[in-house]
């Protein structure tokens, strides 16, 4: 069906399928697909024709001939019936993306000082979320409308370095980075920036097309977003085949776009379409840092299909691609999660003998004692959350020394931070069930399985589908004693996480199923 050909990422069949279609003149809604194809192969005689074919037939929401019509006419050489028809999208897309439209639409047909005044459409001061009202819809919209910004700003600071006008691009991320200091990705590019490195070429018509598809496939999974919000908190959502659709259609267009290919690739990985993940992952040539990325995505899609030394393969190429020290600290993580600690720390401490930011510093460092805790070093692992708090004290340094610490013989410490940290985060389901399985896990009393139990049944309230806080609450009954309670929450726990495997919710059910007596399936397990 088309729906499997996109889960499998053959857009090669499902574009015969739209052809086939369009001879037929059946199934219109996909007709947009075919000019999108046919732009990609340099044919826009027939992406107009396609268009032209699509006139006085119902719409859809998106791929429409609305959506494509200003790229048709642009590729066409009628660059004012273009920006005419770009300027109809007002009414089909939010201000800020269709201002971000506008300018990619200008910069692809080579009107460079029309593309700029088009990102100077928006406000002038940033204005990124407050941090005192997390997990209020108000917070949600200021974020939203700061990431709107943000992502403008980028490409504007981009455009003006490939138009040679880099004290401008320095002064616009200089106040980007004010205003989100905390922001490793925007320090990266100024840096770049003051340097003269990784300048990147302004867009082609195609390009700049499929930045396009990928910001309106952006939108699509941000409406997702919100909808499986509203169904509740922890709902799962099924696979989208439209949003992948609109990826996989873009990198027809621009192949070497890493950003809309580590999405894609990030969420066939996350639906567990891992042989077609590995296999996206793999293809084009984008910029280094992101091919190594793709790389690393490429390895645990590997490690799910059952080789591990396949991801350790991939992420050594990822190496050689880009040898940098986010790239090795990026790599020390992917094969921490394989076992490969040891290769990891190698990694990890080459990184950190050349000079990096606090916030990579950071990263760096919580990797390491990541690493350490898979290998059992546990002191070693504390050790260097400790340093990262040092460096950066906030709540992610915090919670993740704690959760060093409950593993260690300094336990106690652990667990008072974490209560700390609850105080002022009453209602953080995810900090609840890191306190609460903590308590439940090998408690040094009654008191602490009752106190760890009781705030996990409180969690699991607000969050009933959250697959961390049905095994933990799995794991609490195990220590009472309620084996078949253990059972059916730690079976939902799997089935949550299906079809990923998770060794720790596997070694539970396998504890589980013996003390109930069924030795064949602990083994299994």
Not at 192 to 206: H, I, N, S, W
Not at 451 to 480: C, H, M, V
Request: hydrophobic share 40%; net charge negative; charged share 25%.
């Amino acid at each position: 069906t088309p729906q499997e050909m996109i889960e499998s990422a053959d857009m090669a069949a499902y574009m015969a399928r739209v052809r086939e279609d369009y001879a037929n003149r059946r199934n219109s809604g996909a007709w947009g697909y075919m000019i999108v194809d046919a732009m990609a192969a340099d044919r826009p005689a027939e992406a107009a024709e396609v268009l032209e074919a699509l006139s006085g037939r119902p719409a859809p929401d998106w791929m429409s001939a609305n959506h494509l019509r200003p790229w048709v006419h642009a590729a066409n050489g009628q660059s004012d019936d273009a920006l005419a028809a770009m300027k109809l999208m007002e009414r089909h897309l939010p201000r800020p993306s269709h201002i971000g439209h506008s300018a990619l639409l200008a910069e692809g047909m080579g009107d460079h000082a029309l593309a700029l005044t088009f990102y100077r459409e928006m406000p002038e001061a940033f204005s990124p979320p407050s941090p005192e009202n997390i997990g209020t819809m108000e917070h949600y919209i200021a974020a939203r409308n700061f990431q709107h910004q943000r992502l403008l700003a980028l490409r504007e600071a981009e455009l003006l370095r490939a138009l040679e006008r880099g004290p401008e691009a320095i002064a616009l991320l200089e106040r980007l980075y004010a205003a989100a200091p905390d922001d490793g990705y925007v320090e990266g590019r100024l840096e770049k920036a003051r340097k003269g490195e990784d300048k990147r070429p302004v867009r082609t018509l195609k390009q700049a097309m499929a930045e396009a598809l990928g910001d309106e496939a952006d939108l699509l999974e941000e409406q997702e977003g919100i909808m499986a919000a509203m169904a509740g908190r922890g709902a799962r959502t099924p696979f989208n085949h439209l949003l992948s659709s609109m990826r996989q259609s873009a990198l027809l267009l621009d192949p070497d776009n890493g950003t809309i290919r580590i999405a894609e690739a990030g969420k066939l990985y996350e639906k567990g379409k891992f042989e077609p993940a590995l296999r996206i992952a793999q293809i084009g040539n984008p910029p280094v840092q992101q091919a190594a990325l793709l790389q690393s995505t490429a390895g645990l899609a590997a490690l799910q299909l059952g080789s591990p030394d396949t991801l350790e393969a991939m992420v050594e190429r990822s190496l050689k691609i880009d040898a940098s020290a986010d790239a090795k600290v990026q790599a020390a993580g992917t094969l921490a999660t394989a076992g490969k600690t040891e290769r990891a720390l190698q990694l990890i401490d080459q990184a950190m003998r050349t000079p990096m930011t606090t916030s990579q510093k950071v990263f760096a460092l919580l990797t390491r004692a990541q690493a350490h805790n898979h290998a059992g070093n546990l002191m070693c692992a504390v050790q260097s959350a400790r340093e990262a708090r040092a460096l950066q004290d906030d709540e992610t340094t915090r919670q993740f020394l704690a959760s060093m610490l409950v593993d260690s013989p300094l336990r106690q410490e652990g667990l008072e931070i974490m209560r700390k940290m609850l105080v002022d985060r009453s209602n953080d389901t995810g900090l609840m069930n890191n306190l609460g399985y903590s308590l439940i896990d090998g408690p040094a009393s009654d008191q602490e399985l009752e106190e760890g139990f009781k705030l996990l049944k409180q969690a699991i309230r607000i969050t009933p589908d959250e697959a961390n806080l049905l095994d933990s609450i799995g794991w609490a009954y195990y220590q009472y004693g309620d084996f078949r309670e253990a059972r059916r929450f730690i079976a939902m726990a799997l089935e949550e996480f299906a079809p990923f495997g998770h060794w720790e919710l596997s070694d539970h059910m396998g504890d589980i199923e013996w003390r109930l007596g069924d030795q064949d399936a602990a083994r299994k397990h």
